[in-house]
């Protein structure tokens, strides 16, 4: 069975500091996916980041990385820099299933930047 | 402007009255989803398809029916909806071929089921 887990419900980070947001998975497909979206207070889902089960680099986009490691089956987001504008939800997703194109969402983590 | 777009936006309805929610996307895209996200479960996955005519199950597509007779527009459909389907509604899109990468949300439609 597919599942993506997200243990932290809540995170709170300083203004300009890095922090990291935790993602486990459980999959015994070879090939999937591993993506993170943000989830800000306006509701809207806005991509952040893809990382393929086969490639061997972190993915980075900005000031977020993917840190695979895909032996211990997490994919955690890093976000560096931290901005007021990064408090919001974020949500680890995979991609995989019977088809490879079925998606599971975690349960998410909401993250708040103080000044 | 590349978008998703969904209607309505907000709907309250009663136990048993079908409903449609409307989804289009101008961007051309192959695939398109359907989730539901609620208070702690995060989203889940009602329905997707991989192009026109073809539709799968997601995790949870108990109680709702799709159908993608053309590329653009993936229509949810609630033929008896119930107080549990209440919920806030995604649909999404995206142009992988095969391969899903980055999929373009829609804003949301807000379903209350009294």
């Known amino acids: 069975a597919q599942k993506i887990t997200q243990t932290q419900p809540g995170m709170f980070v300083q203004e300009k500091e890095a922090v990291t947001l935790d993602c486990t998975y459980d999959?015994?497909?070879?090939?999937?996916?591993l993506f993170w979206y943000k989830q800000p207070s306006s509701g809207e889902m806005i991509f952040l980041i893809y990382q393929g089960s086969y490639d061997e680099q972190n993915a980075t986009e900005g000031r977020y990385s993917l840190n695979f490691q895909k032996a211990r089956k997490s994919a955690n987001l890093v976000i560096s820099a931290s901005q007021l504008g990064d408090s919001a939800m974020y949500f680890c997703?995979?991609?995989?299933?019977?088809?490879?194109?079925?998606?599971?969402f975690g349960t998410g983590t909401s993250l708040t930047v103080i000044p | 402007e590349a978008q998703v777009t969904q209607n309505p936006r907000y709907l309250i309805t009663v136990t048993g009255k079908k409903l449609t929610v409307t989804c289009s996307q101008n961007?051309?895209?192959?695939?398109m989803s359907w989730y539901r996200q609620d208070p702690g479960l995060g989203l889940r996955q009602i329905y997707y398809s991989m192009n026109v005519e073809v539709t799968d199950k997601g995790d949870v597509p108990e109680g709702y029916k799709v159908s993608r007779k053309e590329k653009r527009n993936f229509p949810l459909i609630l033929e008896s909806p119930s107080p549990n389907q209440t919920s806030l509604y995604f649909c999404?899109?995206?142009?992988?071929?095969?391969?899903?990468?980055?999929?373009?949300f829609g804003p949301g439609t807000r379903l209350t089921v009294t």
């Open positions: 997703a995979m991609r995989g299933g019977n088809t490879g194109n079925q998606f599971y």
């Open positions: 999959t015994s497909d070879q090939s999937y996916g």
């Open positions: 961007m051309n895209h192959e695939y």
């Open positions: 999404a899109s995206s142009g992988g071929r095969g391969v899903i990468y980055e999929q373009y």
